[in-house]
T-cell receptor, first 113, second 119 residues
């Protein structure tokens, strides 16, 4: 079984500052890991995914995430926040064999001028 | 390329009325299909998933049901809506297990969602 914990349901960041969203997972088998973004009243869009090819994964819109097996973490970062980054972000985990995605509770990001 | 459609985009229904939400996928065959609900201030809750026509798995007991009459069509229904059925309903698809080759990582692709308000 796998599960995901996202630390912090709300994060406020200044425009131009570092964005850091935390995600820790538990999985009994090697996982695939994902970050999704959801803008208001829209579906979820895949930001990036970890599939065991490389521990540092680069995604769209300048986001990246690093898989750290020893810490069971997959934190999402962006060096400089933009107003358009205001959205809700979801971390998700899946076993490498077929399985449903397990989503975290989500983190709402607010970007202030 | 693959696309996923949901309709209607918004819906306001009285308590006790029936419900039918539709999801269709284009550009792929034999997908896995999913229905999620987001209630206000809550995360994603998986309601149903389907690995093939007529094959539905329910994740949580509830007032809703799902059907898959065609390979790329997934329908969410209710005979009598409750106030607690209000929320944002999302449909998603993924490549079916074992058929995606080395680039299949169980990632899901989401539709635009349906906002349901039950009054």
């Amino acid at each position: 079984a796998q599960s995901v914990t996202q630390l912090g349901s709300h994060v406020s960041v200044s425009e131009g500052a570092l964005v850091l969203l935390r995600c820790n997972y538990s999985s009994s088998v090697p996982p695939y890991l994902f970050w999704y973004v959801q803008y208001p009243n829209q579906g979820l869009q895949l930001l990036l995914k970890y599939t065991s090819a490389a521990t540092l994964v680069k995604g769209i819109n300048g986001f990246e995430a690093e898989f750290k097996k020893s810490e069971t973490s997959f934190h999402l970062t962006k060096p400089s926040a933009h107003m358009s980054d205001a959205a809700e972000y979801f971390c998700a985990v899946s076993p490498q064999s077929w399985g449903k995605l397990q989503f975290g509770a989500g983190t709402q990001v607010v970007v202030t001028p | 390329s693959q696309t996923i459609h949901q309709w209607p985009a918004t819906l306001v229904q009285p308590v006790g009325s029936p419900l039918s939400l539709e999801c269709t996928v284009e550009g792929t065959s034999n997908p896995n299909l999913y229905w999620y609900r987001q209630a206000a201030g809550r995360g994603l809750q998986l309601l149903f998933y389907s690995v093939g026509i007529g094959q539905i798995s329910s994740e949580v007991p509830q007032n809703l049901s799902a059907s898959r009459p065609q390979d790329r069509q997934f329908i969410l229904s209710s005979k009598k809506l409750l106030l607690s059925d209000s929320g944002f309903y999302l449909c998603a698809w993924s490549v079916r297990s074992g058929r995606g080759g080395p680039n299949s990582y169980n990632e899901q692709f989401f539709g635009p969602g349906t906002r349901l308000t039950v009054l």
